[in-house]
């Protein structure tokens, strides 16, 4: 069954860093998405990318993150300067098409100290 | 704005035992219903789903109806075993062409079956 694969699985970073976490969606499929969950809270949205671009992002995903598409095959996200409360894991989705429903990678654990 | 409301958790019970997890939801229009499964240490696997009033989505034994009328998507299993410990979360996709696919979760509820 084709899988979404997110790498790292855990990432430790101190705050202020950048870093990147990286997606490869299934390849058939058009909608991409992030999410995030902090530890022992709801699965919360970050964005959504359709067609090369950004299609709706929440309140969360403010000037210090960033999404790419580079090659057609990966789907990063980037937070160019962590805080402590960017801790969380964060999850890679992609879809075929808006209702269907996702597949989720595995996540990230992002730690920032 | 769109919401799911699960009920309290935890859920703890003993193997073969009936499961219901009640999921509310508040949404314009007819959105598509989901119930996503998030086992220990893994992400997030669609367990079931259901795209309009009346239907049922079902999957290893688990099924939920999506019913327009009371605004829920329970959950329900006839028997469960120790494998089904896990968080459970409903979701919706709301009506419509301008979310782009954006999922709405509810809280969460944790499920452990002891044997």
């Known amino acids: 069954e084709p899988e979404v694969t997110q790498t790292p699985s855990h990432q430790v970073t101190q705050m202020g860093q950048e870093v990147i976490l990286r997606c490869v969606p299934i390849?058939?499929?058009?909608?991409f998405y992030w999410y995030r969950q902090i530890l022992g809270q709801k699965v919360e949205f970050l964005v959504s990318?359709?067609?090369?671009?950004?299609?709706?992002k929440s309140e969360i995903f403010d000037d210090q993150f960033s999404v790419e598409r580079p090659d057609g095959s990966n789907f990063t996200l980037k937070i160019r300067s962590t805080k402590l409360e960017d801790s969380a894991m964060y999850f890679c989705?992609?879809?075929?098409?808006?209702?269907?429903?996702?597949?989720f990678g595995s996540g990230t654990r992002l730690t920032v100290v | 704005g769109d919401s799911v409301t699960q009920m309290e958790g935890p859920v703890t019970l003993s193997e073969e035992a009936f499961l219901t997890i009640n999921c509310t939801y508040t949404?314009?229009?007819?959105?598509?219903l989901f119930w996503y499964v998030q086992y220990p240490g893994e992400g997030l696997q669609l367990l079931l789903k259901?795209?309009?009033?009346?239907d049922k989505g079902s999957n290893k034994g688990f099924e939920a109806t999506y019913r327009k009328e009371t605004t829920s998507f329970h959950l329900e299993k006839g028997s469960v075993q120790v494998s089904d410990s896990a968080v459970y979360f409903c979701?919706?996709?709301?009506?419509?062409?301008?979310?782009?696919?954006?999922?709405?979760f509810g809280q969460g509820t944790i499920l452990t079956v002891h044997p």
């Open positions: 259901a795209t309009k009033a009346d």
């Open positions: 979701a919706l996709i709301p009506a419509g062409g301008t979310s782009y696919g954006k999922l709405t």
């Open positions: 989705a992609s879809s075929e098409g808006q209702y269907y429903g996702y597949t």
């Open positions: 949404a314009t229009g007819y959105p598509s």
């Open positions: 390849s058939n499929h058009l909608y």
């Open positions: 990318f359709y067609n090369n671009e950004i299609s709706e």
